[in-house]
């Protein structure tokens, strides 16, 4: 398994942008699907972006597709999330989480290493 710790969350206005980083620790960083996940407060947790362990394969959810960019640096075995153009409805606690598959996938159950997550806020 790896550690992971997400960093780079704050109070942006709406139309702003932030950048999410993801730090793990442990070993084969490049095999695991990494994927980004949010939880809006009493709402369940959604699925954001995913990328493949090369970083050849991404996924993203409709709400952020267009606005959102997640990629990967496997040699500082970080992920990241650019997020622009934000909304208020993009409020939440952001998640990172690590799958031992090849798979990008959206399922929350396949992900299994979590991040303590990083508070987004957006004021309108």
């Known amino acids: 398994q790896v550690q992971l710790a997400e960093s780079g969350g704050g109070l942006v206005q709406a139309g702003g942008s932030l950048r999410l980083s993801c730090a793990a620790s442990?070993?084969?960083?490049?095999?695991?699907?990494m994927g980004w996940f949010r939880q809006a407060p009493g709402k369940e947790r959604e699925f954001v972006a995913g990328?493949?362990?090369?970083?050849?394969?991404?996924r993203y959810a409709d709400s952020v597709q267009g606005r959102f960019t997640i990629s990967r640096d496997n040699a500082k075995s970080t992920v990241y999330l650019e997020m622009n153009s934000l909304k208020p409805e993009d409020t939440a606690v952001y998640f990172c989480?690590?799958?031992?598959?090849?798979?990008?996938?959206?399922?929350?159950?396949?992900?299994?290493?979590w991040g303590q997550g990083t508070q987004v806020t957006v004021s309108s």
């Open positions: 989480a690590a799958a031992p598959i090849a798979t990008v996938t959206s399922d929350s159950y396949t992900y299994k290493s």
């Open positions: 442990g070993r084969s960083f490049s095999s695991y699907t």
């Open positions: 990328i493949s362990g090369s970083g050849g394969r991404k």
